[in-house]
């Protein structure tokens, strides 16, 4: 049997994706493999991804709605990284031929004017320091076969990264109710789910200041100008080939996302 590692775990999950490969989760072989050795396999990643030419330009929340937890089984919401390999822009296609098992999910998006450290950040200190909020769509995507995992897996695995996208068009935070701000996530035009930024923490910012309350007790901060993605706000859909995913927000605006033409590998 393996004995796994902090770094032999780094490796299987980048050689997974790049090559388009699943496998179990390795909490079932590795059961000391909990949050915080999770976040060390994340910190081992990312350090690759640099190390290889990637830029880091933000973080992303994982669960931090409770329609996700639920869909998922793992009720923390954690911390991942965004690199600019991970960029879409909007019109671009989702990367199909990059992906496992695709499926997108609607986001509220904060850009950050100011760096933000904790410990100890509340919400409001947090909204402060967002330059603007945009409509989002992450594609997740994960190693783990049918996206099964426990709380140590996903955050191993850079919390089911894969593609994002951003409105160009954003708005200053104090022009938003951010808990009553509606998302209808359409797919091929018909309403398929829906939810407030409520459903994120009840407040995104909440999402904001545990991501930098987070990153604090690693010597970490949120940088100005990073990308923050708040957390899916509803369960996430299909990437299904030969669809388009849109996701309506009153006020933010639109994303769509056009999921590859259909019959693709
Ligand atoms: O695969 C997953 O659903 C885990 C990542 C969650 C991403 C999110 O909640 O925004
Ligand atoms: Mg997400």
């Known amino acids: 049997m393996t004995v796994w590692t902090v770094e032999s775990v780094a490796s ?34 990312l350090r690759r991804r640099l190390a290889r030419g990637e830029s880091l330009v933000g973080v992303k929340l994982g669960l931090t709605s409770k329609a996700k937890q639920q869909r998922m089984g793992v009720d923390t919401p954690f911390v991942a990284w965004l690199t600019d390999a991970m960029v879409l822009q909007p019109g671009e296609p989702v990367p199909q031929d990059r992906l496992i098992h695709p499926r997108i999910e609607p986001e509220i998006v904060f850009v950050m004017k ?108 949120v940088e100005a100008g990073w990308t923050v993605l708040t957390g899916g706000m509803t369960d996430a859909v299909f990437a299904t080939r030969g669809s388009t995913v849109a996701c309506r927000f009153a006020s933010l605006g639109d994303v769509e996302l056009f999921c590859g033409e259909a019959g693709g590998a």
């Not at 496998?23 to 081992?44: A, I, K, M, N, S």
């Not at 009840?202 to 007790?217: K, M, Q, T, Y």
């Open 12 to 45: 299987e999950l980048l050689d997974c994706e790049a090559q388009r490969r699943d496998r179990t989760r390795f909490t079932d072989e590795w059961p000391e493999l909990d949050v915080d050795t999770g976040y060390q396999v994340q910190d081992e990643t």
């Open 114 to 221: 100011e760096r933000l450290a904790g410990p100890g950040v509340t919400a409001e200190q947090a909204l402060a320091a967002v330059g603007s909020v945009h409509a989002g769509a992450e594609v997740i995507d994960s190693r783990y076969r049918d996206f099964r995992f426990a709380a140590g897996d996903v955050v191993a695995d850079n919390a089911s990264s894969g593609a994002y996208v951003v409105a160009a068009q954003g708005l200053p935070a104090d022009a938003v109710d951010l808990v009553a701000e509606q998302v209808v996530v359409e797919v091929d035009g018909e309403a398929v789910d829906r939810a407030t930024g409520a459903a994120v923490l009840g407040h995104p910012a909440e999402a904001l200041a545990l991501a930098v309350n987070e990153l604090s007790r690693r010597g970490l901060a």
